[in-house]
């Protein structure tokens, strides 16, 4: 049974940082991309980031570009999530994915495998 547990989330000021982690458990998950989707209050769920199976390639959303770093440690079938100068707007649920693939892509429908979520506020 596939199983990811993000862990990582709280209360942050504006301007702070935040890592997310995402254990990853009943497959092999170093043949797959991995990423990071978000949902704030009243929102439709949107792309964060994503990762290549090896490690080689990211890609952003715009609006998080600079600021955050996806990650990963396939040895510890591990994503990382690392939020830095963090704004009001990155208040969301964080959900962990894994894709169908071994390339990143932004496309929701591409992700098999979705975490529970970890939340993540940034008080003003």
Do not use: H
């Not at 209360?11 to 978000?38: H, K, N």
């Not at 715009?62 to 990650?71: E, L, N």
């Amino acid at each position: 049974q596939v199983q990811l547990v993000e862990s990582g989330g709280g209360l942050v000021q504006a301007g702070g940082s935040l890592r997310l982690s995402c254990a990853a458990s009943g497959r092999t998950f170093s043949m797959y991309a991995m990423g990071w989707f978000r949902q704030a209050p009243g929102k439709e769920r949107e792309f964060v980031a994503t990762i290549s199976r090896g490690g080689t390639a990211t890609y952003y959303a715009d609006s998080v570009k600079g600021r955050f770093t996806i990650s990963r440690d396939n040895a510890k079938n591990t994503v990382y999530l690392q939020m830095n100068s963090l704004k009001p707007e990155d208040t969301a649920v964080y959900y962990c994915v894994v894709s169908q693939y071994s390339g990143t892509s932004y496309r929701t429908g591409e992700y098999t495998y979705w975490g529970q979520g970890t939340q993540v506020t940034v008080s003003s």
